[in-house]
T-cell receptor, first 115, second 113 residues
Framework: DGGITQSPKYLFRKEGQNVTLSCEQN?????MYWYRQDPGQGLRLIYY???????QKGDIAEGYSVSREKKESFPLTVTSAQKNPTAFYLC??????????????FGAGTRLSVL | AQKVTQAQTEISVVEKEDVTLDCVYE???????LFWYKQPPSGELVFLIR??????QNEISGRYSWNFQKSTSSFNFTITASQVVDSAVYFC??????????FGTGTSLTVIP
């Protein structure tokens, strides 16, 4: 079955530690996205990538980093510079396009907490 | 700038009641798309509908229907004869250049058996 796999489902971070969230898709989509969800705030875009080896910052990129070395994979690193990382993180993918309106398909999310 | 407002934070209805979820948007784009997604307790967002701004016809899919009105910048979602399985958080979204989605803050729907 085609889809988006996020791992782990739950993740705990210690002070000063970097952690990496995995996102893999087998939908053959070129575009991938990372969102952060906080209670009562909806989803906010962290980073997105329209093609391999290229990515752009979203509205809340500070304290996060990404890479896009393979079409299927778009890992997100939450760095120690992110002072409030506790949130639910969602990865999505879509077919590419310069315009807007392509359906984004989502993974099941990773819940990150600070120890 | 794109903006989506879902003023209803939480709604509770008794099973079999009809319920309407409101979505009001702001955009300077002349053509645009609007989306609705469902987020069940499992966490994954599930795509429900995409509507192009050219098409203002209402859409019905089973118990779901959508009312798109450009004159009031609204894209409301109605569930008829609600069921417990409809309990979820529902998001309205408006994409912008580069397919960046702007989401509303969501409406949490609880259907009471």
């Amino acid at each position: 079955d085609g889809g988006i796999t996020q791992s782990p489902k739950y993740l705990f971070r210690k002070e000063g530690q970097n952690v990496t969230l995995s996102c893999e898709q087998n939908l053959n989509h070129d575009a991938m996205y990372w969102y952060r969800q906080d209670p009562g705030q909806g989803l906010r875009l962290i980073y997105y990538s329209q093609i391999v080896n290229d990515f752009q910052k979203g509205d809340i990129a500070e304290g996060y980093s990404v890479s896009r070395e393979k079409k299927e994979s778009f890992p997100l690193t939450v760095t120690s510079a992110q002072k409030n990382p506790t949130a639910f993180y969602l990865c999505a993918s879509s077919i590419p396009g310069q315009g807007a309106g392509n359906i984004q398909y989502f993974g099941a999310g990773t819940r990150l907490s600070v120890l | 700038a794109q903006k989506v407002t879902q003023a209803q934070t939480e709604i509770s209805v008794v099973e079999k009641e009809d319920v309407t979820l409101d979505c009001v948007y702001e955009t300077r784009d002349t053509t645009y798309y609007l989306f609705w997604y469902k987020q069940p307790p499992s966490g994954e967002l599930v795509f429900l509908i995409r509507r192009n701004s050219f098409d203002e016809q209402n859409e019905i899919s089973g118990r779901y229907s959508w009312n798109f009105q450009k004159s009031t910048s609204s894209f409301n979602f109605t569930i008829t004869a609600s069921q417990v399985v409809d309990s979820a958080v529902y998001f309205c979204a408006l994409p912008h250049t580069g397919n960046q989605f702007y989401f509303g803050t969501g409406t949490s729907l609880t259907v009471i058996p």
